[in-house]
């Protein structure tokens, strides 16, 4: 896989996520990922985000492609949580 100009290779070599919610509370975005981890699901926590640079982002994945990427955002609807947006780190 080739990065993209500027931008370092992921650690694991995946670029896409899929992200399940944007919290300005970091113990509403840590409560969905140990929801999302208990069902088997690697899972982060990514803090800094929004205008305000205060959003934490729960991030499943990564995924090596946009393909793998949109089957992860299938498993994860099907595990219940289902609004999960397919993109990149």
């Known amino acids: 896989m080739v990065p ?4 370092a290779p992921s650690p694991g070599g995946g670029d896409w996520i899929v992200q399940l919610g944007s919290f300005s509370s ?5 409560r ?3 929801a ?3 069902k088997g699901f690697s899972v982060s926590v990514q803090g800094g985000g929004g205008s305000s640079g ?3 982002r729960v991030h499943a994945g990564p995924a ?3 393909a ?7 498993r994860l609807a099907a595990a219940g949580f289902k609004d ?3 993109g990149r780190r």
């Open 84 to 86: 999960g947006r397919v």
């Open 4 to 7: 993209s100009p500027g931008k």
């Open 54 to 56: 205060t959003l934490f």
């Open 36 to 38: 999302v981890k208990n």
């Open 68 to 74: 793998a990427a949109e089957a992860l955002a299938a």
């Open 26 to 30: 970091r113990a509403n975005a840590d």
């Open 32 to 34: 969905l990922a140990a």
């Open 64 to 66: 090596p492609d946009k």
